[in-house]
């Protein structure tokens, strides 16, 4: 045992001798609590010429943490396309910024974040799923900006009653309720799907927002200049929570250790974090009135250590800590606890110290930190240096002392490629016995049913800016600024039925997919985010599913080329490993993708909802035969698994063309993706609208119309990308030559009204039975 | 003529402030945020208050009852009592009632469901509009379209005294539905027996332009994006009844 303060930092500081077999190495790692291999434990030596102190192995073991490094993915990454005239922060800092357009002379950003909190979730669902919201609200916040939507893909075991899985669902999202709401963040877009690989290993991904005026954009490192200025920690008070939580994020999980990772969950405080909201706004006016030049920078993985190390060296220079400067919560902690707890609600100025004095009576004053949350203030910790070293310093002497760009250059693993795996068994002809029965069990299934009992957990209003609240359309919408018409649109997709049959086919879709549901409201798509979910990258097939991902998000990106020849970019993203059971199946490949859209005039949206009666129903691209990862394969529950419906790109791109033009153009009512559960789906959802309550039906044309070379099953329940627009009928012969004038595929569906579904020569199905089914499913689950 | 001067009160933990202060501005009234750390006293120079929505001081023991006790809202009270206007605005309404400007009623967590419900609503203007400062320069029987955003918004109470507030028309605004929350009465806004006070559980102000209704309100197409929707009226009458 260690006993007394100045034990400890002889404790931290104490060299660790790095020697031996690898055998010798593992033991050691295990017993120091050390995520290293024998072979990167050896390679710190290597680069520092010398064994490292205790705190500095547990700085390298954190900043080369699959987590901080992305040491896996960084080399696949790579081929993902970044720029675009619409980028105005790309990779590489807390979150990326799209242009999102002028007002009043004023050009403002979007600013774009995306994280994963699956490992904590899991764990314990509420503060794991909360503490992954307040992470990224951070990140965005860092940007100088004003954080103004979230939104949330998550991925759970099937919602069998009384299980687990259930337990993790309905916790996951109490979590992201509680701490949404209370920081007054609308969710304003998310999808949740249940697959069995997730059982063990749920998805809890967060996407969040931000407003900035590009003048105002702060960056995450030191400005140039930046020699002396002080490092102002401001938030909660540093405890040992989430101590070593990176590496926490890059472990399996197993029954066993899931309970002894729990000290690795970090607590979240939306209480506290809503008051640093508001007083980091109020210091963003100051510095833009004084036109200072400063950094910011959340603190996430690796705590103090993490945060100070990156901002400095980003800039160029150096930094000295000053650990018993921190506001601790309590006394005792290790002066390496200090400098790596990931402690929440904490952020990392980079300011003049002539900036000093006014940035702390703002927060600790005007806000009253202090007495807002115990011990949380803004307190100096640390200067910016000249020399290139990282300097931690405790009780008068230093337990981290290192050139800094040792401790933040990059590293990378390689790992095996397996092979391409086989193309699954495809499913042969499906025969509809009773296509209305089919239509309502759809409609039932997990996937397709309205989220209405989960989005009303969820604040999707506050803030006043709301134009789409979740739910209601493809994609959720917001204004830019109350006053003005300028709004962007936000949407989440990732179908872990298709990344079961293909990794690379699945992302390209994602990509593909959250590009309509932009469009399906009227918005331009103008940039991505992704955040890539996959398994234990040391297994060779997992490995190859990640590769194939990003290939897939990289060729479906660079093909959509609606608004630059260049394609869409990626601003921002995330990457998620080692997402597997302790009985070691990985999670189906899940590659999230985020599309951020533009709109000029908010007045114009359109959401799902038929609103005449009388309009045309088109649908927009081809119907196709593959019926692989779809929810009709699922309810049958077909052994044979493929082919997933290929991807036509320049359909694709015409249809989203013809889709935004028309919806400005005010002739497209209504509007709804074709995805989960396929055309018959998409149809019903429309008449139902986000409530379950609409009141206007659809009548279809038989299937032999307007998909004659397929059997019914295919035209109507398979998901080959596309839309359903509703026109007014005085509008069709405009809609029909601007469709001809883009090369869309666009043939006429049927006609909304009557008060029920119906597909001529097939079935008439009431809209009360459609609305039972689809919107009970998971009220329970939910309740 | 200068505009009336609002104060909108923020605590820690309020969470719409802005777009409370936006509406006000909007409907022609000179409203301010006015932080937890500034002087009580300097709130005397309002000629109306708004205690906007959130979770101030985190709801501890309950919704509102922190904020209740701070002193900036014993200077609510006692301008109130001498006729100046209060709203109270979910959160704020929570304050409102927890701090006694409403009498005997008491504002519960939501049943059956038990948790956060955020919904869009129809609420209607259900008491003769004169009754209330706040809805004076409306039509009766007005239908406005509100977000309902809260766990704790049902209004209870004894029957006797849910009677007495019928008779009385203090139940200002009533959810035109059956109320989402369990309230009794399906009340949505309550107002005292001056009718300077209001607390309203549903946020007007969060869909107080016609962008934030296209979505749920069709006929909002065709106005102008940017411009204050019908569910703004509360803060026009607000501001005739201060003029």
Redesign the interface.
Known sequence: MIAGGMDLVAHAAAPLPLEGSDDDLKRLATSEALALTPSELRAIVQRLGRNPTRAEAHAFAIQWSEHCSYKSSRALLSALPTTSDDVLVGVGEDAGILRAGIIDGVEYGIVVAHESHNHPSQVVPFEGAATGVGGILRDVLCMGAKVVASADPLRFGPPVTGSHAAYVAAGSVDGIAAYGNAVGVPNLAGDVYFHPSFRDNCLVNVVALGIVQRDRIIHSRVPPGGEGYDLVLVGKATDASGFGGAAFASLALDAAQAQANKSAVQVPDPFLKNVIMRASYAVFDLIAQRRLEVGFKDLGAGGIMGSSSEISSAGGFGAVIDVDAVPVAVEGLSPFVISMAETQERMLWAVPPSFTPDLLAIYNERFTLPEVSSRASAAVIGKVTRDARYVVRAGGRAVIDLPIDVLTKPVRATWQLAPSPKPPRPIGAVELNDPKQMLLRVLSHPDVCSRRPLIEHYDTVVRGATAIPSGYADAGVFVVKRGATLAVAISVDGNPRYGAVSAKLAAAHAVVEAARNVAAVGAMPIGLTDCLNYGNPEDPVAYRELADGVEGLAEAARALTIISASGLPFVTGNVSLYNHSATGSAIAPSAIVGCIGRIDDVGRVVTMQLLEQDNILYVLGARRPELGGSVLADVLQLTAAGPLPPIDYAETNATIKLIIEEIRAGRVTAAHDISDGGLLACVAEMCLGGEGKGRIGATLQSPKVWAPDLAPSAALFGEAGGFVVAVSQPSAPDFERSAAQFGAHALRLGTAGSASLQVEGLFEAGLDECARAWMQPLQELFA | MSQPRVAVL?F?????E??TV??CRDAGMDARPI???EPPADLRSYQAYVIP???AY?DRVRAGAIAAKSKSVDVVREEAARGKFVLGLCNGAQVVAEVGLLGDIAIARNLP?G??????VDIQLSSPPKCCVFTAAMAPGTVLKM?M?HGEGRFTGTPALFDRLEREGRIAFRFKDRAPNGAMHDAAGITNDRGNVLALMP?P????????L???R?PS?R????SPSHSHEIFRSMAASLA
Do not use: K, M, Y
Request: charged residues 25%.
């Open positions: 923020v820690p933990g309020t969470n719409s802005e777009e936006d509406a932080l937890w750390s929505g959130g979770f985190e469901s948790h956060f419900q955020c919904r869009i977000a955003a946020h102000e969060r869909v107080a332009w016609n962008f934030n296209t979505f749920a069709p197409r106005e102008d994006p940017r």
